[in-house]
């Protein structure tokens, strides 16, 4: 859960947060962080799902693949219903949420298909991608199965 993501899907759905962070202001807040880790955050979830549960969900990223929810019409759900329930169906229904998202983005798309590892990351985990070393890993995995499949060859 994004509480800073909650903050602007707030807005997106008509709603000023203003009030409601004065409330709640872990939950509600234009400040990136606040996490709890591990099982409190599907608390802070739930909380958020009593202010607004379309915009709450929204505010998650989901799967084996972490996917932000506000993607959901972005990439052809007919609602964030409708994106949870794939996203729930199991790692296949995952992995299929992560493929529309790969072809819904031409770049995104051209740099995993000629390898730009360094143009991918920064695309898909955003400008602080280097600190997470994301480009190196998935270069590193890269090789790694392209040495399993010629081992198995």
Sequence with gaps: FERHVFWRRLVEHRIDPHPLSKKYPGIVTQ???????????????????????????????????QIMGYHWEYLGFASI????????SGEAGQLSVFVRFILADTNLHRALKTKKWSTFSKLYNGPAYAENLYDVKLSRAYSRHVEMLKDAA
């Design 31 to 65: 400040q990136r962080g606040g996490y709890a880790g591990g099982l409190s955050e599907y608390t802070r979830l739930s909380v958020a799902r009593q202010i607004h549960p379309a915009a709450a969900y929204e505010s998650c990223s989901w799967g084996a693949f």
């Design 81 to 88: 219903d409708d994106f949870l329930e794939l996203n729930r």
